[in-house]
């Protein structure tokens, strides 16, 4: 079982930045295309961002364009998402996916964000 731990959420005003990490520990890191989905109470899941295994290719969805930044560190066996310029309707649990092809083949338990208006 290929274990996904977040960290990072949290509470802040609009305008403001988070930084959501993600670890696969133990793993060929490399190998898992990772990316960064999120809920918000009564919606279905989004893809936020993705980057795949070698971090050449990164997508993102075009509501966070120019305001969040994936990057993964393959030494550190984790990936990161910088949010800048955070607006309430960000508020969501976010989580990070892998998967060797599409990043949903193992989820994370998920970390809150709160931006408040």
């Known amino acids: 079982q290929v274990q996904v731990v977040e960290s990072g959420g949290g509470s802040v005003q609009a305008g403001g930045s988070l930084r959501l990490s993600c670890a696969v520990p133990?793993?060929?890191?490399?190998?898992?295309?990772m990316g960064w989905f999120r809920q918000a109470p009564g919606k279905e899941r989004e893809i936020v961002s993705a980057?795949?295994?070698?971090?050449?290719?990164?997508y993102y969805g075009d509501f966070v364009k120019g305001r969040f930044t994936i990057a993964r560190g393959n030494t550190e066996n984790s990936v990161y998402m910088q949010m800048n310029n955070l607006k309430s309707e960000d508020t969501a649990v976010y989580y990070c996916?892998?998967?060797?092809?599409?990043?949903?083949?193992?989820w994370g338990q998920g970390t809150q964000v709160t931006v408040s208006s």
């Open positions: 980057i795949s295994g070698n971090g050449d290719h990164t």
């Open positions: 133990g793993r060929t890191f490399s190998r898992y295309a």
């Open positions: 996916g892998a998967g060797v092809g599409q990043p949903t083949d193992y």
